[in-house]
């Protein structure tokens, strides 16, 4: 399994709360997200747990409430509490929340910062500086960058991929390092 970076889970949270939230759900459960920083140990990640199971039945009556729009639709009036909700549930589901708790043996990075501020920001700073060459010399280039990145560390661990930059140096990651994300 493969460790979801926290600050982009968090973000995702704030994305649907807003970092301002208004309603005194919306406040708990942004809090509850910021909580997520602070847990260390899987006992608090099962008190967290539990305190997000709280959240729910908290505000369950009025998570409920529906909204009818303007083509006389019935929608949840707070579908992004519940949007917001439901990625946490799915992440504890899908056993990708805490899963830098649960390798003893390796040391997980809870955050993705470390890929983002070293290797993906030094890719993106020499792809601007030559954005005329070849796909072929780009490729040859991001694997000079890679190699040099590399042996600053023993194991790389990519906990998110994203579109652009980081799938030009896949195929070197998937030949040379572990990589611990959905490909």
Known sequence: SHQRCLFHIFCQVRRYTTSRPKTLAGKDLYTLAKDLFNVKTMDQALVWINELSAWR???????????????????????????????????????????????????????????????????????????GLSLERRNSLNDSVVRRVSRNYKMLCLLTIKKGTADLFLRYFKTEFQVIAPL
């Open 57 to 131: 039945m908290t505000y369950s009556d009025f998570l409920r409430e529906m909204t009818i729009d303007e083509f006389g639709n019935k929608r949840s009036t707070h579908e992004r509490l519940l949007k917001a909700e439901s990625s946490l549930w799915r992440l504890i589901r899908q056993q990708t929340l805490f899963t830098f708790l649960e390798c003893i043996d390796i040391t997980v990075p809870t955050t993705n910062n470390r890929i983002e501020g070293g290797v993906n920001a030094q890719l993106r700073s020499m792809l601007r500086s030559h954005r």
